[in-house]
């Protein structure tokens, strides 16, 4: 079924046009690159896998309750509108609002594919362009995975919300070289991996589990990508020009933080915008949420050399200062692992199957004798 047919809502102009700035940069210095980064490049390599075969499709999933959502999640919750809910609504409610996060989710990776293509043209450094040709094959499977999911497992796909358009919009635009890894790689990606993580490490549901997880798995090396070039390019930079930067990053995490209030569901339940707002604002949960999900961005933008006073007193007002001092190599290296280990569980578990099918076919053959 076309995606038109599943949108909730009219998603606008398609295609959606954003005029390109800035120069393609040719590099005639094959033979040359940075240690760290050619090894990383190396591992985007060996880490390519197929979304098709490596994700078992075969799971069922309820699409009104695809994730094992706990009502207290709902912004709706403990509300007078929640209690003229009858067990219907909420599970219409549960498939809304998994479509809208895994909406967002995949035009968030469609951006990214847009933006890693970005960087293989505009980067000076020729093993950060390889690095940035495997990213453009990863995101280009996440979108692929995040399409199927809402297409095949919810039957529902929300537009893209405006402030994630808004920050594409502002990253695509800008002609300088590093804009596309500070928008995407820091504060689209980095805010995303945290949404992963926390969908990933609550839901009880097999399939969206092995989705997110195998995905991460690939969101850690683009994360590491980007700080790498970053923290080396940013050394250079003058005061004014490190200030430019983290403008953008500030008036781009206060999009991003007010990206994730899921108005647009309420509102397709019948509630004004002004009073959507109000209650999403108001949910303690989403309050939560929405800290949490800075877990990735702010140690980052203070590895990478982004840590002015203006900078450092918006993420006070944010309540998410203190993330700064966040281990990310840690947390990189669990995303790494859990991926890993669902894969050991998983052949484990299949290899117990055909054991037992082949000694079930032995004793059939034997009592047959």
Known sequence: MPTHDLYTNNPGDSPWQVPASGAARFSWEYD??????????????????DGQTRIDWELE???????????????????PYWAKLTDKDKGELRQHYASWQFSQFLHGEQGAMICAARIVESVPDMDAKFYSATQTMDEARH????????????????????????????TLRDSRWDMPYLGMQVLIEGLALAAFGMIRDTTNKPLPKQILAYIM????????????????????LTDAELREREEFV??????????????????????????????SADSEF???FRRLLF??????????????????????????????????????????????????????????????EVQEAIESGAGGV
């Open 286 to 288: 989403l309050q939560l």
């Open 295 to 356: 877990s990735r961005i702010v140690p980052c933008v203070k590895d990478i050399g982004l840590w002015g006073k203006r900078l450092q007193q918006a993420y006070v007002d944010m309540g998410v200062f203190e993330m700064g001092d966040s281990n990310l190599d840690l947390l990189m290296a669990q995303d790494e692992e859990i991926a890993e280990q669902l894969d050991a569980e998983r052949f484990a578990a299949e290899e117990r199957e055909r054991v037992a």
């Open 61 to 79: 999933v309820d699409p009104h309750d695809p994730l094992g959502t706990p009502e207290e999640s709902m912004s709706l919750y403990g509300t």
């Open 143 to 170: 979108a692929e995975i995040y399409a199927r999911f809402l297409h095949e497992k919810i039957g529902m796909v929300y537009p893209i919300n405006d402030n994630l358009q808004s920050l594409l919009g502002d």
């Open 250 to 279: 500030i008036e781009g995490c206060y999009l991003m933080r007010d990206r994730l209030r899921g108005v647009e569901v309420l509102e397709n339940f019948g509630i004004p915008r002004a009073e959507a707002e109000r209650i």
């Open 32 to 49: 040359e690159g940075r240690d760290r980064l050619l090894a990383l490049y190396q591992k985007g390599k060996d880490k390519q896998w």
């Open 217 to 236: 798995q690939d969101e850690a090396r683009h994360v590491a990508f980007g700080r790498m070039a970053l923290r080396d390019y940013y050394k250079q």
